[in-house]
């Protein structure tokens, strides 16, 4: 697969070719589903809990004599059928985390980026850098008519563009070992500089 490469001020950097292993697959809907439930279930904080029978605070005493009332038999104001009392298995922080096979999660990798080439929202840069004001770059984005993106650098995110791209709404900055499905998808157009195709690239083959 064969894209045109563009600099951020619109004007033509020449073409590169994609491997069709890793942006010419044909997208699977099942396998980005698991992936992204796998990475969303990971970032859960787990630290919703509720105060059981023995954890809320009330008098042990029994509440009335056991015969004799015409009522039920009770002997704890905790029971969790009584007002203020505990509740009945109720939820306790856990980790909601679960196993993906890396291979799944490879494959996950490579079915979002061949999503994007395919739908046409994928394009390649020279290189992400910029003066570092965030005015310029909102300017450039809004001339390649960019509104929600996220841009792949390399190794490394240059440190002006970064800077400069931390005040734009809709704009996301990652270096490529940071790639992950649901930021992908979650984005209208993936921008990937020429670096972060090739570093891309060495990380899925």
Not at 30 to 47: C, E, I, P, S, Y
Request: aromatic share 4%; net charge positive.
């Amino acid at each position: 697969m064969k894209l045109d490469v563009i600099k951020l001020d619109g004007a033509s950097a020449g073409s590169v070719e994609l491997g069709d292993e890793i942006f010419g697959l044909e997208p699977r809907a099942d396998l980005l589903h698991r992936v992204v439930r796998w990475q969303r279930n990971k970032a859960m904080q787990g630290t919703h809990s509720t105060l059981g029978r023995s954890d809320v605070s009330y008098s042990t005493k029994k509440i009335y004599r056991q015969k004799g009332t015409g009522g039920a038999r009770h002997g704890s104001r905790k029971a969790p059928i009584f007002r203020k009392g505990g509740t009945y298995k109720g939820p306790t922080p856990r980790s909601h985390a679960h196993d993906l096979p890396k291979k799944v999660r490879k494959l996950g990798l490579m079915h979002a980026l061949s999503a994007k080439a395919r739908e046409g929202q994928l394009v390649i840069i020279e290189a992400a850098d910029c003066d570092g004001k965030t005015k310029t770059l909102a300017k450039q984005m809004r001339e390649l008519g960019w509104k929600r993106a996220l841009v792949i650098d390399g190794a490394e995110v240059n440190g002006d563009f970064a800077r400069a791209a931390a005040n734009i709404e809709g704009l996301d900055v990652l270096p490529s070992i940071g790639a992950n499905v649901y930021d992908i998808l979650k984005r209208d157009t993936l921008v990937i500089t020429k670096a972060g195709v090739e570093a891309l690239e060495a990380r899925l083959k």
